[in-house]
Protein backbone atom coordinates (compact mmCIF):
# COMPACT_ATOMS: atom_id res chain seq x y z
CA UNK A 1 0.00 0.00 0.00
CA UNK A 2 1.33 3.48 -1.13
CA UNK A 3 0.83 6.45 1.30
CA UNK A 4 1.02 10.09 -0.37
CA UNK A 5 0.91 13.25 2.29
CA UNK A 6 1.09 16.46 0.91
CA UNK A 7 2.22 19.89 2.41
CA UNK A 8 3.93 22.99 1.86
CA UNK A 9 0.48 24.81 0.33
CA UNK A 10 -0.49 27.98 1.68
CA UNK A 11 -1.95 31.57 1.04
CA UNK A 12 0.74 34.15 -1.06
CA UNK A 13 0.43 36.86 -3.42
CA UNK A 14 1.16 37.06 -7.27
CA UNK A 15 4.43 36.48 -8.11
CA UNK A 16 5.55 34.88 -5.03
CA UNK A 17 6.58 31.38 -4.20
CA UNK A 18 5.81 27.87 -2.74
CA UNK A 19 7.38 24.80 -2.56
CA UNK A 20 4.93 21.51 -2.03
CA UNK A 21 5.99 18.22 -1.20
CA UNK A 22 4.97 15.27 -0.92
CA UNK A 23 5.98 12.47 1.38
CA UNK A 24 4.98 9.25 -0.10
CA UNK A 25 5.96 5.85 1.68
CA UNK A 26 5.38 1.72 1.21
CA UNK A 27 7.63 -0.72 -0.46
CA UNK A 28 7.81 0.49 -3.74
CA UNK A 29 7.25 4.17 -4.29
CA UNK A 30 11.03 4.73 -5.36
CA UNK A 31 9.98 2.89 -8.57
CA UNK A 32 6.37 4.56 -8.87
CA UNK A 33 5.53 7.77 -11.30
CA UNK A 34 4.73 10.49 -9.57
CA UNK A 35 3.05 13.84 -10.11
CA UNK A 36 1.01 16.71 -9.40
CA UNK A 37 -2.78 17.38 -10.46
CA UNK A 38 -5.12 20.56 -9.14
CA UNK A 39 -8.21 21.12 -9.46
CA UNK A 40 -9.32 24.86 -9.32
CA UNK A 41 -13.18 25.88 -7.92
CA UNK A 42 -15.60 25.10 -10.58
CA UNK A 43 -13.57 23.65 -12.93
CA UNK A 44 -12.31 19.78 -13.58
CA UNK A 45 -8.92 18.38 -12.63
CA UNK A 46 -6.00 18.82 -15.17
CA UNK A 47 -2.28 17.71 -14.63
CA UNK A 48 0.28 19.84 -13.94
CA UNK A 49 2.95 18.11 -13.68
CA UNK A 50 5.27 14.43 -14.01
CA UNK A 51 8.39 12.98 -13.21
CA UNK A 52 9.23 9.06 -13.57
CA UNK A 53 10.89 6.72 -11.34
CA UNK A 54 14.11 8.24 -11.06
CA UNK A 55 13.60 12.00 -12.23
CA UNK A 56 15.12 11.30 -15.59
CA UNK A 57 12.08 12.46 -17.67
CA UNK A 58 9.65 15.59 -16.50
CA UNK A 59 6.52 17.18 -18.36
CA UNK A 60 4.99 20.01 -17.75
CA UNK A 61 1.42 21.49 -18.54
CA UNK A 62 2.29 24.39 -20.86
CA UNK A 63 1.19 26.68 -18.73
CA UNK A 64 3.32 26.41 -15.63
CA UNK A 65 6.32 25.87 -18.16
CA UNK A 66 9.52 27.72 -16.49
CA UNK A 67 7.63 28.65 -13.57
CA UNK A 68 7.39 25.23 -11.90
CA UNK A 69 9.57 22.52 -11.45
CA UNK A 70 9.11 18.99 -10.34
CA UNK A 71 12.18 16.97 -8.50
CA UNK A 72 12.02 13.94 -6.51
CA UNK A 73 14.52 12.59 -3.75
CA UNK A 74 14.02 8.93 -3.83
CA UNK A 75 16.65 8.61 -0.45
CA UNK A 76 13.80 10.58 1.24
CA UNK A 77 10.59 9.19 -0.85
CA UNK A 78 10.01 12.33 -1.57
CA UNK A 79 8.42 14.40 -4.19
CA UNK A 80 8.47 18.17 -4.90
CA UNK A 81 7.03 21.28 -6.73
CA UNK A 82 8.77 24.06 -6.94
CA UNK A 83 6.38 27.02 -8.03
CA UNK A 84 7.93 30.44 -8.94
CA UNK A 85 5.93 33.77 -10.33
CA UNK A 86 2.57 32.38 -8.72
CA UNK A 87 -0.59 33.81 -10.34
CA UNK A 88 -4.08 33.96 -9.21
CA UNK A 89 -5.05 31.08 -12.44
CA UNK A 90 -3.10 28.99 -9.77
CA UNK A 91 -4.93 28.61 -6.68
CA UNK A 92 -6.16 25.23 -6.86
CA UNK A 93 -6.17 22.31 -4.72
CA UNK A 94 -2.99 20.16 -5.73
CA UNK A 95 -2.87 16.36 -4.81
CA UNK A 96 -0.09 14.55 -5.38
CA UNK A 97 -0.29 10.98 -7.46
CA UNK A 98 1.31 8.14 -8.43
CA UNK A 99 1.24 5.33 -10.18
CA UNK A 100 3.34 2.62 -12.21
CA UNK A 101 3.76 3.52 -15.41
CA UNK A 102 5.18 7.18 -16.76
CA UNK A 103 3.64 9.15 -19.50
CA UNK A 104 3.47 12.21 -20.79
CA UNK A 105 0.80 15.30 -19.74
CA UNK A 106 -0.47 14.63 -22.91
CA UNK A 107 -1.14 10.92 -22.61
CA UNK A 108 -2.35 11.36 -18.74
CA UNK A 109 -5.23 10.24 -17.18
CA UNK A 110 -7.37 10.61 -13.63
CA UNK A 111 -7.12 6.68 -13.35
CA UNK A 112 -3.39 7.11 -11.18
CA UNK A 113 -3.16 4.65 -8.81
CA UNK A 114 -2.34 6.86 -5.85
CA UNK A 115 -3.74 10.14 -4.64
CA UNK A 116 -2.84 12.14 -1.46
CA UNK A 117 -5.67 13.74 0.42
CA UNK A 118 -4.49 17.41 -1.48
CA UNK A 119 -3.61 20.94 -0.11
CA UNK A 120 -4.52 24.04 -0.69
CA UNK A 121 -2.66 26.69 -2.61
CA UNK A 122 -4.23 30.12 -3.11
CA UNK A 123 -2.62 33.28 -4.77
CA UNK A 124 -4.26 36.50 -4.40
CA UNK A 125 -3.69 39.39 -6.72
Known amino acids: QVQLVESGGGSVQTGESLRLSCAAS????????MGWVRQAPGKEREFVAVINWNGGMTDYKNSVKGRFTITRDNAKTTMYLQMNNLKPEDTALYYCVADRHYVSIQMATMKYAYWGQGIQVTVSS
Open 26 to 33: GSTVNSLA
